[in-house]
């Protein structure tokens, strides 16, 4: 282990960092040494490659500035290494520090620091580097800092400290994907920066560790994966946290590093790196002599798998063969395109196991519920209270104030804060979330509120008496069952009446012509009968009612319900219509006011059938009535003429006769 | 936990033998942990989820299963396939044909109550689909020795070198499962005519089917009945297993022999597995369509995901339609499904909410019904 890296010297200035340095290049150099000295307490890396180790960083106490954030936010101290005016050579640390949480905070810098805009955006955008993990960068910003402690004056200064909320702990290859667990990396150079130091060219470190900065949440995620036992080295995580030096200690001794152009670091082994190792998934072999088959995923970047579930299935010669996920985890990368060949070994997915947390929370679920952890926290520096005796006695009771209780001015009473209700699905949970209004919705939202503006609607009730109908029906309908081979229902009823009504008054059966200002007066009446299906509500017509019987009605209506259930409805059998007839019955309905469907001038609401005492004769009787409504345009139809069709209406289910006699 | 799952379903199992027709003594006899169930269900949903089920919730290590059952007239497609490209679906629409989807892959068939089928759940190391094959071959040859059938390689069986009579596809998950089909006297017109797709231009990676000349076994020997093939099929393979020659009737409709049955033929009848597992696909078309002695071409462009239109470009004569109203319609099908139902809904609640012309009403009728028919 060679001597850490003496000597941080203040920069002497941004834009000067050389024309070497990648970030230099483009302008930014500042950023080089801000963000991407994001270094570790433990590791610091030399200019010439050399991976050294130092005693950790201890931890920083909380920014007084902020609000107290034990337990949540912990700060890092963080320093750059190349702070003594030698180019910064290392596009990985941009690479780590580099995240969507961070922009916020880069850009407040740049604030500070009187910045241009555009000095930010040019390190944000270093993809000349970064491509092969721009898969990864859209699904997990490596790191969110939530704060950091800067101030203008100390901008140069190259100790800085940074909180953090949540740092993963990845071990980046800066060239290439994060590594998996004890694999070797081995860093290429970068062309664009030649070494300044004595022929020994400078290298991105070859990883960059992060460690445990941030306490509860990747605490309580390390337990979950200690819990999924995946994990030998999360014990030893748990345990450095507190003092932030044991995990330190552990590590640096992993390092191999040498002074050589091209060094080597082997065994990465963290808790981290266990948790967030990325497997490849390679196609299993296939039975029966089967070579070949296609992929067909199931699950695409970015979806969170757990143990076992099905990432993919492949179809080889009439089998499809499932490939579980190996681990809970995210996938990374899928390798292959959808109905693409693969042979029994090919490379098919990259997961990130993540144990039991799902890395890429969606913003309607709750997050995890610290309280799920069944450890206590043992990181919190607050030791558990031991545990006291079970009291024998009862507590003493507080003497009840012999005063009457004063009353106190509104003024003088203070609000509380309502307790933090507890994340996670709980019984009252406060939650709403929001679905897209699909555009049928859209449609008909749109369409009623035309029809409100459009029509002066108004509505009248009566109601009809149902014993007589109800008689009817009961005397005739096993006969008419055996004559026309279906049931005969009400809705004829109020189809024909209707239909003879419409006759009777036929500006019911009008609608107006907004744009020649002309009142179109049909000859024919096609009746609408709303009709709600499992898909929604459907609107078939039927047409030329006042030719028809009963027996027609119920047929018509009986063929058009069969349309529908097959899906065969055509739009024709739904277009057009005079007159809509609704019946809020079947739901129950005791009593409302349709609203109009353009082009039509009235609507007949329908209601249920409810046993109700009414004058009869002088007398009570209980009978089965329905309210009925009429909705109608008052531009058009005079309350005359509407009442007048709904008595008729009324008069024509309660005494069918009146059909007959044309009364 | 996992084995305690396990093992909480197999005393299920086991309670399926003592409840129904074996005797205790029966099922001891067993070593090989072979036993034959037929299906009192002709529902094709409930069929497949019994398979499912099985296929979930059944330790097969030391046990296999024969599954029989028989569907109503029904197309089943395979797991990754595209219904549009297998299948006449507007006459199946009117036949009152169902459409499944099955969760193993190859081609789609054609079942009705003349057709057999036959499923052998079995380890994954035990998954031997040629075995299975010869099995029946064997009891066909058993019960009329005259019979030339004989499997191919791709798992077919053939009648006289020609025709075929079965069909397999199959599933590797946790266990596994083999099935195929067996063409007793089904329906072959309909059969032929149902597996012929009406819908042109659609391109996918969807697997295709390959279509085969068929034959009903009762051709070949009037005599032969779905019943008696399928005894002769439970007794080769009881014989093959060393088990008594009982048949397990199963009801899968009941929850307490396959608790959380009925969801998965719930799910299994949902639009989202049968249309909306189809691979993506675009359909690029055009119709023609008189009107009043006139003659117009209409060119549709659409491309389908998860069974939802995610692109749709109509190209039609400007001065038929106003513009307006079939850029409304391209932008309200996107994200609707691909189904005839939805479309002329929102077609007619178009219709609705747009200014009242009859000519245009009744050119607007006319394009969309033409689409539907044509597209879906």
Known sequence: MGPPVSG?????????????????????????????????????ITSAGVCTATTAAKPIPAHPGLPSSRGRHQAAQVRCPWANSQPCPCPAWLEIAWGRDLQPVLKRLAGERECKPDNIKAPLSCSEWSSPRQAHRGSQPPLKVVESSFSPSRWFCPVRTFRFLTVPHVWYDPRGSPCAEGCLVRSAPFPACPGPVSGVRPHAAAAVMLPLLSRSRCLSRALNALRQGNCTLARCSVSGVPGGQGLACANSRKFVANNSSIFAVRYFRTTAACRNDVVTVNTPAFAESVTEGDVRWEKAVGDTVTEDEVVCEIETDKTSVQVPAPAAGVIEALLVPDGGKVEGGTPLFKLRKTGAAPAKATPAAAPPPAA?????????????????????????????????????????????????????????????????????????????????????????????????????????????????????????????ATAFALQDQPVVNAVIDDTTKEIVYRDYVDISVAVATPRGLVVPVIRNVETMNFADIERTINELGEKARKNELAIEDMDGGTFTISNGGVFGSLFGTPIINPPQSAILGMHAIVDRPVAVGGKVEVRPMMFVALTYDHRLIDGREAVTFLRKIKAAVEDPRVLLLDL | MKNMVIRASLKNWF????????????????????????????????????????????????????????????????????????????????????????????????????????????????????????????????????????????????????????????????????????????????????????????????????????????????????????????AEYAIYHQIDHHVTLINPADETVFPGINNKTKELQTWEWIYGKTPKFSISTCFNMVYKHSFLEVKVDMDVKHGRIEVCNINLPEEWLPPALCGELEKNLIGSKFCPSETTALASALLRSCPQDYEVHRRWNLFCENMTTTLM
Not at chain 2, 47 to 73: G, K, P
Not at chain 2, 77 to 94: A, F, T, V
């Open chain 1, 372 to 496: 799920a952890a069944p450890a206590p926290e043992p990181v919190s520096a607050a030791v558990a209270p031991p545990a006291a005796p079970i009291p024998t006695a009862m507590p003493p009771v507080p003497p009840v104030s012999t005063q009457p209780i004063e009353s106190k001015p509104v003024s003088a009473v203070k609000p509380t804060a309502a307790r933090a209700v507890e994340p996670g699905p709980s019984k009252g949970a406060r939650s709403e979330h929001r679905v897209k209004m699909n555009r049928m919705r859209q449609r008909i939202a749109q369409r009623l509120k035309e029809a409100q503006n459009t029509c002066a609607m108004l509505t009248t009730f009566n109601e009809i008496d149902m014993s007589n109908i109800q008689e009817m029906r009961a005397r005739h309908k096993d006969s008419f069952l055996k004559k026309h081979n279906m049931k005969l229902g009400f809705m004829s009823a109020f189809v024909k």
């Open chain 2, 15 to 234: 309670q399926l033998f003592y409840v129904h027709k074996f005797p205790a003594a029966g099922f001891k006899t067993t070593a090989d942990g072979a036993i034959i169930l037929q299906s009192v269900s002709n529902d094709i949903y409930q069929n497949l989820a019994v398979e499912d089920w099985i296929h979930d919730n059944i330790n097969l290590e030391n046990m296999q299963v024969l599954f029989l059952w028989r569907n109503l007239s029904t197309v089943v497609i395979g797991r990754h396939q595209n219904p549009w490209q297998e299948c006449n679906l507007k006459m199946m629409r009117q036949k009152n044909i169902k459409l499944a989807r099955r969760r193993s892959g190859g081609g789609t068939v054609y079942h009705d109550l003349g057709n057999i089928n036959l499923t052998f759940f079995t380890s994954k190391k035990k998954y031997e689909r040629m075995e299975n094959l010869k099995l029946v071959v064997k009891a066909l040859k058993c019960l009329r020795p005259q019979l030339d059938v004989h499997a191919t390689d791709r798992c077919d069986l053939l009648l006289n070198r020609n025709f075929k009579i079965s069909g397999s596809a199959a599933k590797l998950g946790r266990t596994a499962y083999h099935h195929c089909t067996l063409l007793c006297s089904a329906d072959r017109f309909l059969l032929s005519s149902v597996l012929k797709s009406p819908y042109k231009g659609i391109k996918s990676n969807a697997t295709p089917s390959v279509p085969a000349s068929v034959k009903n076994l009762f051709e070949e020997d009037p005599t032969l009945t779905c019943q008696i093939v399928m005894d002769a099929i439970a």
């Open chain 1, 8 to 44: 941080y010297s203040p920069r002497s200035g941004s834009q000067d960092s050389g024309a070497s340095c990648p970030l230099g290049r483009q302008g930014t150099a500042w950023l080089g040494s801000a963000a991407s000295c994001l270094v570790l307490p433990d590791l610091h």
